[in-house]
């Protein structure tokens, strides 16, 4: 770092290592995570298995992050622990190895997972909570082209697509189902785990990741397919349309108008 710089100075982040008391904030977490059954909520504050309340100071971990070597595991989770962390969020692991779990073919890296497996049980023993996050970047199969320019990350696409619908459910479960033999606890079922997060920064609206307009094939045409079931489903013809647009004094969109009659 410049020295010379304004308004700058030099700023030393110690490795793993001890920190002394007072600064040590290890003692607040007493007990390993989900000792006293799953976090839930009440009166508007989460609250573990025996009503307390429980306040969470988290952070993430990231791709590469969420893998560490074994060796360094034990060292990670108690620095995190005297650092005050209850909850550490597991994100963008839907990438292939080395940085990821998943393999293009859709089954999970047995090397990679028990990695991860050994390293949740050791922030669990540190008192530490778990998010799991399941679609941030995953590349699904068969987008090509200009859906591949816009939809790299596979966002928008898997909120209405069936088959990277049924991909992503087929990922969940067997990371969910699987059983962490350094836990006893499979992730569905273990206290441990604060929450999953289904689906991260995916939205049908227009956002950084892309937008629904204009969707080359076969996108455009199952999203316009399943809007025309819903909009008959909902309103049986144009007409009915109408009028219940009209009742609500809202003039009915032409697009929707003419999907309608499709």
Known sequence: MNRSSPGWYEFSMPGLGTLAPPLDLSYLNAEPAGASGFVTAKDGHFADGRGQRVRFFATNLTATSCFTDKAVSPKAAAWLRSLGFNLVRFHFMDIAPPSGLLRPDGTLDEDQLDKLDFLVSELKKNGIYVNMNLHVARRYPGITGSAAERFGMGKV???????FIEMQMDYARKLLTHKNPYTGFAYATDPGVF??????ENTMLPFWGGNADDLPPPFGAELNRQWNAWLKSRYGSTEGLRKSWAAGQKEPARAALAAAQK
């Open 157 to 163: 696409l898997d909120r209405f697509y069936p088959p």
């Open 195 to 200: 929450c999953v997060e289904l689906n991260n």
